[in-house]
């Protein structure tokens, strides 16, 4: 087991429209001096080479303690018992018939944050995430096949259980490893498909959210210029939240940003419309819209970045059975196992829990697939989106030059994607 645990202090300052930025481990006061006198000095320098003054948008900047709950009770949790929960989950991963090995891994992250600010913030913000991941390995005749799982969450050990049980994730990875030895290749090209919780969660956040993140926004994603366009179906309502909408806990779970800000929920895309941006203060300011409290630091040598936190589609009123039921010929997608997108909306994703949809009748896996698009065309092919919803993405880091624990979900969507298989 491995445990690590950083300390330490950023000064960030705005002096003369140019930021200069620095760190330190030593809290004493002359460590926090020489920071300070090196913010200073950072900013002085850069000034020569900013072509246009940094400026803040006003900003509901909070005061006070933000505690999420589980802080804790997680921190009271013996390791031991941890410990113990974990190498039985491993146990139970290799019970199943054809499980050749099996690994659980557990993880938690504990942030305390103190942020100040000359204008107004003045806040302690306790965080805690913990994480649970499931693989279970099968063979048979020679073949090998891999199933997985996960779940993580904001809060203590029962926030991770909510949802579904400790058992349900062990089935889930087990099964699928074994249903893999025996799965058909499926069926390349463009197929009409439902879109688990997990996956809509991860196109929202990785095809869709990044692009509207105002950095990249200026520099040129295919966002640029579409507020108050059209870009999805009316049914699509797509958002970015520091709370925990419909379902309690998300991974993502942010009461304050790292500029001090007290966030909510921007809405992104409005009924198909794009109308919303993501930004700390800065690009706020230059876009002429309120700060969303997306200003994210990993560690305390890190300068805050702007990031999402709980990316999601909202729920609809169709009912799954019904989606389903109306499919002649598709598939149902689930298990996402990461891919990458690009500026342009364009995406691929891998998926390895995957059913052949036939005469409105779920049948059996296919092999794992890639699932490929324009992340807004995609969106724009949606005809029928579930009242369920479902945060699925919370045992993940996004990157963008540092982490960040985020999470995302929404319900079962019916939409056209591109899957990669026999032609």
Same mark, same amino acid.
């Given at each position: 087991?491995?445990?690590?645990?950083?300390?330490?202090?950023?000064?960030?300052?705005?002096?003369?429209?140019?930021?200069? $930025?620095?760190?330190?481990?030593?809290?004493?006061?002359?460590?926090?001096?020489?920071?300070?006198?090196?913010?200073?000095?950072?900013?002085?320098?850069?000034?020569?080479?900013?072509?246009?003054?940094?400026?803040?948008?006003?900003? +509901?900047?909070?005061?006070?303690?933000?505690?999420?709950?589980?802080?804790?009770?997680?921190?009271?949790?013996?390791?031991?018992?941890?410990?113990?929960?974990?190498?039985?989950?491993?146990?139970?991963?290799?019970?199943?018939?054809?499980?050749?090995?099996?690994?659980?891994?557990?993880?938690?992250?504990?942030?305390?944050?103190?942020?100040?600010?000359?204008?107004?913030?003045?806040?302690?913000?306790?965080?805690?995430?913990?994480?649970?991941?499931?693989?279970?390995?099968?063979?048979?005749?020679?073949?090998?096949?891999?199933?997985?799982?996960?779940?993580?969450?904001?809060?203590?050990?029962? &926030?991770? $259980?909510?949802?579904?049980?400790?058992?349900?994730?062990?089935?889930?990875?087990?099964?699928?490893? /074994?249903?893999?030895?025996?799965?058909?290749?499926?069926?390349?090209?463009?197929?009409?498909?439902?879109?688990?919780?997990?996956?809509?969660?991860?196109?929202?956040?990785?095809?869709?959210?990044?692009? /509207?993140?105002?950095?990249? /926004?200026?520099?040129?994603?295919?966002?640029?210029?579409?507020?108050?366009?059209?870009?999805?179906?009316?049914?699509?309502?797509? &958002?970015?939240?520091?709370?925990?909408?419909?379902?309690?806990?998300?991974?993502?779970?942010?009461? /304050?940003?790292?500029?001090?800000?007290?966030?909510?929920?921007?809405?992104?895309?409005?009924?198909?419309?794009?109308?919303?941006?993501?930004?700390?203060?800065?690009?706020?300011?230059?876009?002429?819209?309120?700060?969303?409290?997306?200003?994210?630091?990993?560690?305390? %040598?890190?300068?805050?970045?702007?990031?999402?936190?709980?990316?999601?589609?909202?729920?609809?009123?169709?009912?799954?059975?019904?989606?389903?039921?109306?499919?002649?010929?598709?598939?149902?997608?689930?298990?996402?196992?990461?891919?990458?997108?690009?500026?342009?909306?364009? $995406?691929? $994703?891998?998926?390895?829990?995957?059913?052949?949809?036939? +005469?409105?009748?779920?049948?059996?896996?296919?092999?794992?697939?890639?699932?490929?698009? +324009?992340?807004?065309?995609?969106?724009?092919?949606?005809?029928?989106?579930?009242?369920?919803?479902?945060?699925?993405?919370? %045992?993940?880091? &996004?990157?963008?030059?540092?982490?960040?624990?985020?999470?995302?979900?929404?319900?079962?969507?019916?939409?056209?994607?591109?899957?990669?298989?026999?032609?």
């Amino acid at each position: 087991m491995s445990l690590r645990q950083l300390d330490g202090v950023s000064i960030r300052v705005l002096k003369n429209g140019t930021f200069g $930025f620095a760190s330190t481990s030593d809290m004493t006061d002359e460590g926090l001096a020489r920071a300070l006198k090196s913010a200073m000095e950072m900013a002085r320098e850069l000034q020569t080479r900013r072509l246009h003054p940094v400026t803040l948008a006003q900003a +509901n900047l909070a005061r006070g303690t933000f505690a999420t709950d589980g802080y804790q009770t997680l921190d009271q949790m013996p390791v031991e018992e941890k410990l113990g929960i974990v190498r039985k989950c491993e146990e139970d991963l290799r019970k199943s018939s054809h499980i050749q090995g099996a690994q659980c891994q557990y993880a938690e992250i504990f942030e305390e944050k103190h942020i100040v600010t000359t204008d107004g913030a003045d806040c302690i913000v306790q965080i805690v995430r913990p994480e649970l991941r499931f693989s279970a390995f099968a063979e048979e005749g020679g073949k090998m096949t891999s199933g997985f799982d996960s779940v993580g969450a904001t809060g203590g050990w029962k &926030c991770l $259980f909510e949802n579904r049980s400790i058992e349900s994730y062990i089935e889930t990875a087990a099964k699928s490893a /074994v249903d893999l030895l025996g799965a058909p290749v499926a069926e390349g090209g463009k197929h009409t498909v439902i879109l688990s919780p997990a996956m809509v969660g991860l196109l929202s956040h990785e095809a869709i959210g990044h692009t /509207v993140e105002a950095d990249f /926004v200026k520099s040129g994603s295919v966002a640029q210029g579409k507020i108050g366009h059209m870009v999805a179906s009316e049914l699509v309502t797509l &958002c970015d939240s520091g709370l925990s909408e419909f379902k309690d806990h998300a991974g993502g779970m942010l009461p /304050v940003d790292d500029e001090g800000v007290v966030t909510g929920n921007t809405t992104i895309i409005d009924k198909g419309r794009l109308v919303s941006y993501l930004h700390n203060r800065q690009s706020a300011a230059e876009f002429g819209a309120a700060p969303t409290g997306n200003a994210r630091a990993w560690e305390y %040598s890190d300068e805050p970045l702007i990031r999402m936190r709980n990316t999601y589609v909202a729920p609809g009123s169709s009912e799954l059975d019904h989606m389903i039921g109306e499919i002649k010929e598709g598939f149902y997608i689930d298990g996402p196992e990461g891919g990458q997108a690009d500026a342009t909306g364009e $995406f691929m $994703f891998g998926a390895s829990r995957v059913r052949k949809i036939k +005469n409105g009748k779920l049948e059996g896996m296919v092999q794992k697939v890639s699932v490929s698009g +324009n992340a807004f065309e995609v969106l724009s092919s949606v005809d029928a989106v579930s009242r369920d919803f479902q945060w699925d993405l919370g %045992s993940g880091h &996004c990157g963008k030059g540092q982490p960040a624990k985020v999470d995302a979900g929404g319900p079962f969507i019916r939409c056209k994607v591109l899957i990669g298989g026999e032609q």
